[in-house]
């Protein structure tokens, strides 16, 4: 069964609540004529389509006609119900990335990891340099993010990937000349002092971002919108793909039909709907890609966090959330997976989840009660303070920790760019632009992480290999 047309109401973001200006993009396209043809079919708006769409605009780039389309609005699945966090990978990578598979790990070599861990801290840069270059009025925040363990295996953890960092680091002949910039606390009274955490036991500062996802991501689209050979077309929901010589024919149903090319599937959670037979078989790039559900909250602070008592960086707490600090409206917080699974749910709570209608009790209790019970002098709120909203969006889990990107095997002309573990704002807008270059140079941009490939090998040896995610009983 299709995902789209959407048989519930999905719950609005902070994001999506306060970009409904005269500037947005609100139905864009909704009652335009779809193109017959087109070089480049985009389906999905989020920030995988939009920014592809961005580089593939680009002056300089070759000409193409790039048609995007999206089910429903431009940013209005994860990518408009995030955290807005762009919080690159440190040298955690070293932990859960070269865990072999059969661990329910990642199954990379350590110079893989370290390919990924430069690569998303070069999409930070990357991020910063189109938001000065565009001039884009977007809240973007450049400092560092709080890493806060606050157990003691956390911290046995953390400095055991600090070592494996630096010992991959004096093996590698391509990263071994660069520099992370972070360093690291084991002093808990130091690690709660600074991070003003109750209980912090060590932290660690590395490099971080964010930005308003819903503005940033309507920003870069009406960027795009400025190159005639683009266009966009909002509420167009892809029923089915079919191959012909030469292309794809995108099913829109009662929309049309267009014929195009290449195809690029930037559908993240959804993607699964597009391989209806791996779907039914639990096979390919179907079984490969699970949907989950993850819940987030905006939370104005009482004054004692408010003004110079702000806090200073983003933050990722063990079992805890990640956090940043928005300009102006309050903080946006959200539970990691760890912090569902170990503390107060289960997995079934996450995967295999696709409605975001709704905001289950016990996470807007656990939103509403986090900052207050677990910053240190974070004071009484009054009415007005405290969860000011809270909402649930669907992410993509990737079985082997690594995205999909790149040509489908056996598919000719079709392309994927998903599967990010809820972490696609430190890697998209990087990876879309090796995936634009690929795709109009018909040559692998080298830049994109090797282990990010599709090859069918890499999907067989995850379906041998990676751990259930749910008991075997259980239908994804
Ligand atoms: C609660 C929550 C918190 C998160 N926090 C963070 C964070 O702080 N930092 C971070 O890095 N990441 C975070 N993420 C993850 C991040 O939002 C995603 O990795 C990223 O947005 C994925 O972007 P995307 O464009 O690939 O997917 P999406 O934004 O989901 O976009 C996919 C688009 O495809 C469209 N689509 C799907 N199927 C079809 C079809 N058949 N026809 C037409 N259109 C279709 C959908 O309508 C949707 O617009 C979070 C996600 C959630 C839900």
């Known amino acids: 069964m299709p995902a ?12 999506q609540a306060t970009n409904r200006g005269p500037g947005s993009l609100w139905d864009h396209g909704r009652n335009d004529v779809l193109p017959a043809d087109a070089d480049i079919v985009i389906v999905g708006a989020g920030v995988t389509g939009v920014s592809l769409a961005y580089h593939l605009t680009r002056p300089g780039m070759k000409k193409r006609k790039v048609v995007l389309l999206d089910a429903k609005d431009v940013a209005s699945c994860a990518t408009g119900r995030n955290g807005g966090h762009i919080g690159p990978a440190s040298w955690d990578v070293m932990g859960n990335l070269i865990k072999p598979l059969s661990q329910g790990g990642g199954g990379v070599s350590e110079e893989d990891a370290l390919d990924v861990l430069f690569f998303e801290q070069d999409t930070l840069d990357l991020c910063e340099v189109i938001v000065m270059r565009e001039r884009l009025d977007v809240d973007f925040w450049r400092g560092y993010r709080l890493n806060v363990a606050t157990t003691p295996e956390g911290v046995e953890e953390s400095k055991q990937t600090l070592d494996a960092y630096h010992r991959a680091m004096k093996r590698s002949a391509k990263h071994g000349h660069r520099h992370l910039d972070s360093s690291a606390i084991f002093d808990a009274a130091e690690a709660e002092r600074i991070s003003r955490v109750k209980g912090a036991l060590a932290m660690k500062w590395t490099p971080s971002g ?43 149903a009662e929309r049309g039909v267009i014929r195009s090319k290449q195809v690029v599937l930037a559908t993240n959670g959804y993607t699964r709907h597009l391989f209806p037979d791996d779907f039914a078989a639990n096979t390919g790039i179907a079984a490969h890609l699970t949907p989950y559900r993850g819940h987030a909250g905006l939370v104005v602070p009482p004054v004692t966090y408010a003004g110079d008592k702000s806090l200073e960086g983003s933050y990722g707490i063990e079992n805890g959330p990640y956090l940043i600090q928005t300009p102006h409206a309050g903080v946006v917080l959200g539970p990691f997976n760890a912090t569902v699974v170990n503390t107060f749910g289960t997995p079934r709570d996450l995967y295999g989840l696709e409605d975001d209608s709704i905001v289950v009790p016990k996470f807007r209790e656990w939103l509403t009660n986090y900052c207050r019970e677990n910053y240190v002098g974070w004071g009484p709120e009054v ?4 969860l000011a909203r809270a909402w649930s969006g669907i992410m993509c889990h990737s079985v082997d920790w690594r995205p999909l990107v790149g040509e489908v095997p056996g598919k000719a002309g079709m392309f994927i760019s998903a599967g990010y573990n809820g972490h696609g704002m430190a890697t998209i807008v990087n990876i879309t632009r090796c995936l634009a270059q690929h795709l109009v140079t018909g040559v692998r941009d080298e830049r994109l992480p090797r282990c990010f490939d599709i090859s069918q090998e890499r999907l067989d040896r995850a379906a041998a290999e990676c751990l259930p995610l749910l008991p075997p009983e259980s239908k994804l």
Do not use: I, M
Request: glycine residues 8%; proline residues 5%; neutral net charge.
């Open 383 to 386: 009415e007005g303070e405290g």
């Open 210 to 252: 964010s930005w308003h996802p819903h503005r940033g991501v309507t920003a870069l689209l009406k960027k795009a919108l400025e190159n005639k050979d683009f266009s966009f077309y909002s509420w167009a929901p892809v029923a089915s793909l079919k191959e012909y010589r030469g292309g794809w024919t995108v099913d829109c």
């Open 4 to 15: 789209f047309p959407q048989q519930y109401t999905s719950t609005v973001s902070h994001w």
